[in-house]
């Protein structure tokens, strides 16, 4: 417990301890006319159990620092703890699990306190363990040119004007065939994108096409799109780590830092034209 | 299933079903000089729970718009629905509570899959039902000037450069007494916000201070805040009606858009002089 943390960087942190928090990944940057080999740095995301005398509250997805501050603050944000006299020790297995032993009450193993997933987050914000392995997607397969992707970025920021009036929202569009066919928007984009594939299930479309997120491309967003079997998954702003190793198990078409005339391919360009 | 989802805006279908998904909040711009009324449009934020054959898997804080398709998308999401076929009914019920009838295996009712809180979102991006009515934060008083709120918000977007590398952190800090006493980041603005929390509790640092977050104020941020006794939360983007709900709950000070010079006080502005 005697460490300082006093402003200290996370990431001087985690490599004072050896723990890499982001890695270098080759990416392509595509124009209509150019395709230019980039390198860009993704921040590492991992599963990390938390556990309370020994008992395993949740695993969380999460940057490989101050993970002792992290399991603290987690059990107290989830009311299983209510003070810091509460914790006796904290410690950490490099294999990621973090186990906070406190004179609490031993959590119930049942979990059967009525948890809610909050917004901003939100929607499926989680995963089973099981599907993080999952690799035998069946993509649906498509190519799209720069017009599309024009048309994908624009149409989805144009649907509405809630996101310039609350600055609160998340959108997520789905385009297929030449046209924006959904469009959803939530406080959270894991329920925006939760929205889109509840459309495309719901409606009987087709998800031979690309989906535009205007939130990062984690784990669970790549997940999803890739379980139901869109091939192409663009977002305005970056993957983490684990985003991009699931669209190389699944095959997905992965595209960051999107804008209507350039984007950032982290794997499979070749169903951008 | 028959209704068009086709591009309108969530805004529009949800004002067609006589639902509101933003309202408007009376704010206060504060610079070093000027104090001046403004309306603010909050997005509104509500639980809803999701259920599969009468069971509950979930409640879930959402924007009150298309929640026949963010069901059907989340339990996708889940992996308790894996194909359209498999939904036979969805029906919502006005007082929040999403029911898809599926032909699946009915979902166990001790939850014992294990489920993973993904990034972006995680952390504690979990809170119980009933802390949600909690009213009784019992709050350190402090107030703070602009020099304070400029040194906060420009300390903690400086303590590290993994922002600007990554595009895909949160940043979270604590200012008190004159410095920024301690400052994380993590993929997820829950897990960030967890972090300081948790430092917080580690290090006995007095909670009398400010917290600046990168990410936006919902519900669970601004709950978790102040149970720990935080008096005043900063953001640089919008809180959700139910943050805003909250800090008058437990008397936060809540600002939002913040900038060196200039943020936007939804509740108790006295404490920024």
New interface residues.
């Given amino acids: 417990?005697a460490q300082n943390?006093?402003?200290?960087?996370?990431?001087?942190i985690a490599e004072m301890n050896n723990t890499a928090?982001?890695r270098e990944e080759q990416t392509l940057v595509l124009t209509q006319t150019e395709r230019t080999a980039c390198q860009e740095?993704?921040?590492i995301?991992q599963?990390v159990e938390v556990a309370l005398n020994e008992i395993?509250i949740?695993?969380?997805?999460?940057?490989p620092?101050?993970l002792?501050?992290?399991?603290?603050?987690?059990?107290?944000?989830?009311?299983y703890?209510s003070?810091?006299e509460e914790?006796v020790e904290?410690l950490t297995c490099p294999e990621g699990r973090m186990t906070v032993y406190a004179r609490v009450e031993d959590p119930p193993r049942?979990?059967?306190?009525?948890?809610?997933?909050?917004?901003?987050?939100?929607?499926?914000?989680?995963?089973?363990?099981d599907?993080?392995q999952e690799q035998e997607a069946a993509l649906h397969e498509c190519s799209l040119g720069f017009a599309d992707i024009r048309g994908l970025i624009k149409?989805t920021l144009q649907?509405?004007?809630?996101s310039l009036?609350?600055?609160?929202?998340h959108a997520c569009?789905f385009w297929s065939e030449g046209e924006?066919?959904?469009?959803?928007?939530?406080?959270?984009?894991?329920?925006a994108?939760?929205?889109?594939?509840?459309?495309?299930?719901?409606?009987?479309i087709p998800p031979r096409g690309a989906v535009y997120t205007t939130?990062?491309l984690?784990?669970?967003?790549v997940l999803?799109c890739a379980?139901?079997g869109i091939p192409i998954l663009v977002s305005r702003?970056?993957?983490?780590s684990l985003g991009v190793d699931i669209a190389r198990q699944t095959g997905v078409t992965l595209a960051?830092?999107a804008r209507p005339n350039r984007l950032n391919c982290f794997n499979r360009p070749e169903r951008i034209r």
């Fill in positions: 417990m943390y006093a402003p200290k960087t996370q990431h001087m928090v982001t740095t993704v921040l995301e599963p395993l949740g695993t969380t997805m999460v940057m620092a101050d002792d501050a992290l399991a603290v603050g987690f059990l107290f944000g989830q009311g703890l003070a810091a914790v904290v049942d979990r059967s306190r009525e948890m809610i997933v909050t917004s901003g987050c939100g929607g499926s914000g989680r995963i089973s363990r599907m993080l149409g649907v509405s004007d809630l009036r609350t600055h609160c929202v569009g924006l066919k959904v469009c959803c928007e939530d406080v959270g984009r894991h329920n994108v939760d929205k889109v594939i509840g459309t495309l299930l719901l409606e009987g939130g990062r984690t784990s669970d967003i999803k379980r139901i702003t970056a993957p983490s960051g830092y």
